[in-house]
């Protein structure tokens, strides 16, 4: 398995509020995603980042900011959280991307309640 | 905005049955993916399928792309309870990023 933690695993707290997700790998992937995973909308890409401090956004990056300082860190933040960012929300990697075989090794996912 | 619809959104059967899952879109794509997400856990990658008509097998799970590289199917042949999960499909888009299907809940009861 590919080691990706996700930190908190569960979350929750009331609107308004910032909120931090961590993302850790150790297989010093270049490529890290967020996405969120909401029934009937499969996985939306929110951010991705392919190198140390460059970062983009994707699909639905509204109201989240991403950080990569490190390889081996990503991070989700949303700045004022509200109750339609209560999702699951999962951390991928990879080694390249733009590759047709290219895999994505996915995190065990954060479960966040925003109430 | 490309998107990949997947049908049926749910399914239940019984041990044994055979059943077929349905990932669609208008749009080409380069290549496509399939995962299977068990509770709790996030996806993991089953096939990856890069030539139209292409055809892969993975023990009793068999993979489709079609011609136009605009859908794909996966048939799986007497289904067990441990095929029990999420079944996404995942396309890459003109930008190089996954795409992802709306996913596909199968239930397999013994």
């Known amino acids: 398995d590919a080691g990706i933690t996700q930190s908190p695993r569960h979350k929750v707290t009331e609107t308004g509020t910032p909120v931090t997700l961590r993302c850790h790998q150790t297989?010093?992937?270049?490529?890290m995603y967020w996405y969120r995973q909401d029934p009937g909308h499969g996985l939306r890409l929110i951010h991705y980042?392919?190198?140390?401090?460059?970062?983009d956004k994707g699909e639905v990056s509204d109201g989240y900011s991403v950080s990569r300082s490190k390889t081996e860190d990503f991070l989700l933040t949303l700045e004022s959280a509200t109750s339609s960012q209560t999702s699951v929300y999962f951390c991928?990697?990879?080694?390249?991307?733009?590759?047709?075989?290219?895999?994505?090794?996915f995190g065990p996912g954060t479960r966040l309640t925003v109430l | 905005t490309q998107l990949l619809e997947q049908s049926p959104q749910f399914l239940s059967i019984q041990e044994g049955e055979n059943l077929t899952v349905y990932c669609n879109s208008s749009?080409?794509?380069?290549?496509l993916q399939w995962y299977r997400q068990e509770p709790g856990e996030g996806p993991v990658l089953l096939v990856t399928?890069?030539?139209?008509?292409e055809v892969k097998k993975l023990k009793r799970l068999t993979f489709q792309f079609g011609d136009a590289r605009k859908d794909s199917s996966l048939h799986i042949t007497a289904a067990q309870p441990g095929d029990t999960g999420l079944y996404l499909c995942?396309?890459?888009?003109?930008?190089?990023?996954?795409?992802f299907g709306t996913g596909t809940r199968l239930q397999v009861f013994p």
């Open positions: 399928v890069v030539t139209g008509g």
């Open positions: 749009s080409v794509f380069s290549s």
């Open positions: 980042s392919y190198g140390v401090k460059d970062t």
């Open positions: 995942a396309g890459e888009g003109d930008t190089d990023k996954l795409i």
């Open positions: 991928a990697i990879s080694e390249w991307s733009g590759r047709r075989t290219d895999t994505q090794y």
């Open positions: 297989e010093n992937h270049r490529y």
